[in-house]
């Protein structure tokens, strides 16, 4: 199975990739994730990344579509997978496409966790990020056992930089211009799928299930 979270930044993509994920035994796959572990790890790319990042812009997509492309040569990409982040633009998104169809494959589902832009910043201040191994929490509606400590591998939790008040309305504004008009995108392609993503992490898990199923 072949899946793509569609959501504006904070809607619950990364929260629900992963419970997908564990669900179908099928890889997670964060762009995010790995520009972060990148720029931990201080390679060429994070530093790249870096720059746009901690701006609330995107990567260029010729990055962004080089890390993509090497990842999906994996072998746990044999039996699908779930992206959290990829596609973000229109030429992401056509790439993709054309790479899938290239090999005589494409998606099963673009899946859109819907999120009004009111939500979004209650959620992205509230979250804490393990850069160890992408666990994300939230200080009020998703905690940790412990208190700054990812309950998955112990590492420490952060405020993410780009989750600042000021980036994120920047984010929010890029997510409207850039990233949004895929929702349109994929519904030409007959694979969109809406859910609302306002209610429980639970609630919005099962109502994916459901579409999955
Ligand atoms: P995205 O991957 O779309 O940027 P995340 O999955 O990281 O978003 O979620 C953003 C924040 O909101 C996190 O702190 C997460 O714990 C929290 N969150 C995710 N889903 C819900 C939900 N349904 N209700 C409340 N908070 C949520
Ligand atoms: P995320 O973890 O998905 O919220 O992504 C964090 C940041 O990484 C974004 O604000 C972008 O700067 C960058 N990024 C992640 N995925 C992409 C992508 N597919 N295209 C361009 N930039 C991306």
């Known amino acids: 199975m072949k899946i793509v979270m569609l959501g504006a930044p904070g809607a619950g993509k990364g929260t629900q990739a992963k419970m997908i ?37 995107l990567v260029p997509d010729e990055l962004t579509l080089e890390l993509i492309m090497d990842r999906f040569k994996q072998d746990d990409c044999k039996n699908g997978y779930v992206l959290d982040g990829f596609p973000r633009t229109i030429p992401q998104a ?60 112990g590492g420490g939790l952060v405020l993410r930089d780009d989750d600042k008040p000021e980036t994120v309305a920047k984010r929010l504004e890029v997510y409207h211009t850039q990233t949004q008009p895929l929702i349109e995108y994929y519904a030409g392609e007959k694979i969109l799928k809406e859910v609302d993503g306002t209610k429980d992490v639970a609630d919005v898990f099962a109502d994916i299930t459901a579409i999955l199923a």
């Open 21 to 57: 994920a564990a669900k179908y035994s099928i890889p997670h796959i964060s762009t995010g994730d790995i520009f972060r572990a990148n720029i931990k790890n201080g390679t060429e790319l994070g530093k790249k990344a870096k720059t746009y990042m901690d701006q609330g812009a």
């Open 94 to 153: 056509e790439a993709l496409t054309k790479a899938l169809a290239a090999e005589g494959d494409k998606l099963d589902y673009a899946v859109n966790v819907e999120v009004p832009d009111e939500n979004i910043v209650n959620r992205m201040s509230g979250r804490r990020a393990c850069l160890s191994c992408g666990g994300t929490y939230h200080v009020v509606y998703n905690p940790p056992k412990s208190e700054g400590v990812c309950d998955a591998c």
